[in-house]
C-alpha cells in the first residue's frame, strides 16, 4: 500500500510539474531597432541589453505586473526586508530552492541560489577592472566598501575580502548596511544590473561574460548573433511564478530580431512576423487615427482594430537630450562664451517641429530635468530654451563669434568653428540630422556627423570622445535622484555623459539624497535645474508616448511603467 502511495505521488508530481513547464512550441517574435551591445549585468545599461538581462537574472526584488502606480514585491526572496529604524540595514531573507539555469560550469550539479551570490553581484560593480556603468548607484553607498575599492586601485577587487556593508549571514540571508539611509534603496535593487550572479559562472566565462550569462530567470540565453538575433528558451529550473492563477512563462521560446529601419520593422509586424512591435515614427498615422486638434487622443486605425490588434499606450518615465561634452575645449567649459555658445545651438533647434514631424505629435516637450509621473517633477518649471535663430545669432554677434569670408563662424580668437555631432545611421536619425543641420546652417556654424552604431558610440561616449550626442534616459526607478544624478560631477564617465560637474550642483545634490520627496527636497531640485538651464549642458528634448501594438492571438500584453519587457506573463493562443 505505502508502494502505490508512493507511485501516484510521484505521477501526481510528474504532472504537476508537466503543468508549470513553458510550452515549447509557442514562440514569441519581437525586435529591436538598436542592437544589443552583451549581457552581463555588471558590463551595460543600454535598454536594448538590459531587456535580456531582465529575462536571464533575478533581482532580490522586482514589480507587481499588474499595480499601477509601480509596486515593488519580494521576487527571491520570501518578504520585503526587515529594516531598521535609521534605514540603514537591510535584511533580506532567500527563498530555499531557487536554481540556477544548467550550464557545463555546474558540472551536472543542481546549483542553488545563495545569499553569497548577491553579495557577489554587488561587489561586481564595484570592481575598477569591470568598470561598472552602474557604479554610480554603489559608489560610497556599502559600509566598507570603500576601503575595499582603494586597496584595488586599479586592478581587481579582492571579493573574498570581507566588507561590513555587504554580508552573507548564512546561506539564504543578505544584510546590506549603507553608509546613510536611501529611501529609494528597494526600487535600485529592482534593477536587471543587480540580479544573482554565480561566481564559478563569472570566473569560467572571464574572457566574455557578455556572451554566457547564467542566471536563475526565467529565460536562458539559446542563440546570439551580435546585431541580428537573439534567442531566449525557457529555463527548466525557473521556480513556480503565479499570476492569476496560472504558472509563468507560458511562452517557450522568444525571439528577438534586430531591425533598426523602420519600414522592414513595421512590414515584419503587419505580415505577422512579429507578434508585438512598437509603431515605428514613420508608421503612426497608418497604424493610429490622430486628433488634429489634440495629437495625443488617438485611436487604432479601423483596418487594424478589425483583425483584433491590440493597441497600448503609455507615457515614458523618460527625457531626451542633446549632450554637449563639458570638458571638450569647443563647446565645454563654464567662460560665458562657452555658454553662449550652447545657447546659441539650443535656441535654434525647432523642437515643436520635430514634435509634429518626427514624433508625430506623439510626444511632449521636457522642460525639467525629472519627467512628469516621477517624484520631484515640477510641471510648473519652464527650463527649455526658447525657440529664437535670431536671437540666437546675436548672441553669438555678442560673444564673439564672428562670420568670416567663408560665410561660416570663427571662434572669439579667430580660429575656425566646427562641430561634430555623433549619429547613427538609420532613416530616422537621418531626419533628426536635416533638422539639426538647418539648426547650425542657421546659426552659420559648420556641423560635422560622426558616423555609427550604438554600441560603438556608447564606447565612444564612456571615454569622453564625442562633442555632442543625443540621449534618452528611462527610469530605472521612479524618483527624481534617478535623473538629477544625470549631472552629478562623480558620475562623469557613467551616467553624466556631459561630463558636467559643477560645485553647487553637487553640493545640492548631496544634500537631495538625505531628503525624502517633498516640498524640502523640491526645492532643491528647482535649484538644480536653474544651474542646468543657465550652464546648458544639454539642450532639452521631449517624453515619447508610446504606443504598442499586439496581433489577437497575443494574451495578457500590457506594458509597464518600469519593466523593460513583459514577455514572461504573456501567451501565445492561436
Not at 280 to 298: H, R, T
Not at 350 to 365: F, H, K, W
Request: proline letters at 6%.
Amino acid at each position: 500500500m505505502m508502494k502505490k502511495r508512493m507511485l501516484v505521488a510521484a505521477i501526481t508530481a510528474l504532472f504537476t510539474m508537466a503543468a508549470q513547464a513553458a510550452d515549447m512550441n509557442k514562440v514569441l517574435r519581437v525586435a529591436f531597432n538598436v542592437a544589443e551591445t552583451g549581457f552581463d549585468p555588471a558590463k551595460v545599461s543600454d535598454t536594448y541589453s538590459g531587456a535580456i538581462i531582465e529575462n536571464v537574472f533575478d533581482p532580490l526584488v522586482s514589480y507587481d505586473y499588474l499595480a499601477r502606480p509601480a509596486k515593488v514585491i519580494p521576487n527571491t526572496t520570501v518578504a520585503l526586508p526587515a529594516v531598521s529604524a535609521d534605514g540603514r540595514v537591510y535584511t533580506f531573507k532567500l527563498k530555499p530552492g531557487i536554481y540556477f539555469a544548467a550550464d557545463p560550469v555546474f558540472k551536472g550539479q543542481k546549483r542553488e541560489l545563495t545569499a553569497a551570490d548577491y553579495a557577489y553581484a554587488i561587489k561586481r560593480h564595484l570592481d575598477p577592472t569591470i568598470n561598472s556603468p552602474w557604479s554610480f548607484l554603489v559608489d560610497g553607498r556599502f559600509v566598507g566598501a570603500d576601503a575595499l575599492v582603494k586597496a584595488a586601485g586599479k586592478g581587481a577587487l579582492n571579493y573574498d575580502s570581507p566588507v561590513e556593508g555587504i554580508k552573507a549571514l548564512d546561506k539564504y540571508t543578505l544584510q546590506l548596511t549603507l553608509t546613510e539611509g536611501n529611501y529609494n534603496f528597494l526600487q535600485i535593487l529592482a534593477m536587471p544590473a543587480f540580479g544573482a550572479v554565480a561566481r564559478e559562472a563569472i570566473e569560467a566565462y572571464a574572457s566574455n561574460t557578455n556572451a554566457k550569462p547564467v542566471g536563475t530567470g526565467p529565460y536562458t540565453l539559446k542563440e546570439w548573433k551580435p546585431g541580428s538575433k537573439i534567442v531566449l528558451e525557457a529555463n527548466p529550473n525557473f521556480r513556480k511564478l503565479m499570476l492569476n492563477g496560472q504558472t509563468v512563462p507560458k511562452v517557450g521560446r522568444v525571439e528577438v530580431s534586430i531591425i533598426e529601419e523602420e519600414q522592414p520593422l513595421w512590414l515584419a509586424f503587419i505580415n505577422k512576423q512579429l507578434d508585438i512591435s512598437g509603431i515605428p515614427q514613420a508608421a503612426l498615422q497608418e497604424a493610429l487615427v490622430i486628433d488634429p486638434k489634440n495629437p495625443l487622443n488617438v485611436k487604432l486605425q479601423p483596418k487594424y482594430a478589425k483583425q483584433g490588434i491590440q493597441l497600448e499606450r503609455k507615457k515614458d518615465l523618460e527625457v531626451t537630450y542633446q549632450f554637449f561634452n563639458m570638458q571638450d575645449p569647443v563647446v565645454g567649459g563654464d567662460a560665458k562664451e562657452k555658454i553662449a555658445l550652447r545657447r546659441a545651438i539650443a535656441m535654434a533647434f525647432p523642437r515643436s517641429e520635430t514634435i509634429a514631424a518626427i514624433r508625430r505629435g506623439q510626444a511632449v516637450p521636457m522642460n525639467y530635468v525629472i519627467p512628469e509621473g516621477v517624484a520631484g517633477h515640477n510641471p510648473a518649471f519652464k527650463g527649455a530654451a526658447k525657440y529664437d535663430p535670431a536671437a540666437a545669432n546675436a548672441l553669438l554677434d555678442r560673444f564673439g563669434y564672428k562670420v568670416g569670408a567663408d560665410g561660416l563662424r570663427t571662434l572669439p580668437d579667430g580660429k575656425p568653428l566646427s562641430i561634430e555631432m555623433a549619429t547613427g545611421t538609420s532613416g530616422i536619425e537621418k531626419q533628426w540630422n536635416e533638422y539639426w543641420q538647418q539648426a547650425f546652417d542657421s546659426l552659420k556654424i559648420r556641423l560635422t556627423f560622426k558616423y555609427g552604431k550604438w554600441n560603438e558610440l556608447n564606447k565612444a561616449n564612456r571615454q569622453n570622445k564625442l562633442q555632442m550626442w543625443n540621449l534618452a534616459w528611462g527610469a530605472d526607478y521612479p524618483d527624481g535622484e534617478n535623473f538629477m544624478q544625470l549631472l552629478y560631477g562623480k558620475n562623469a564617465g557613467d551616467a553624466n555623459s556631459a561630463s558636467f560637474r559643477h560645485a553647487e550642483y553637487d553640493r545640492l545634490f548631496e544634500a537631495s539624497l538625505k531628503l525624502q520627496d517633498g516640498a524640502e527636497r523640491n526645492r532643491l531640485y528647482d535649484a538644480m535645474n536653474k544651474i542646468v538651464v543657465a550652464q546648458q549642458p544639454w539642450i532639452f528634448g521631449d517624453t515619447r508616448i508610446r504606443s504598442s501594438l499586439a496581433h489577437s492571438h497575443v494574451k495578457n500584453f500590457k506594458l509597464h511603467p518600469l519593466l523593460n519587457t513583459t514577455w514572461r506573463y504573456i501567451d501565445i493562443q492561436k
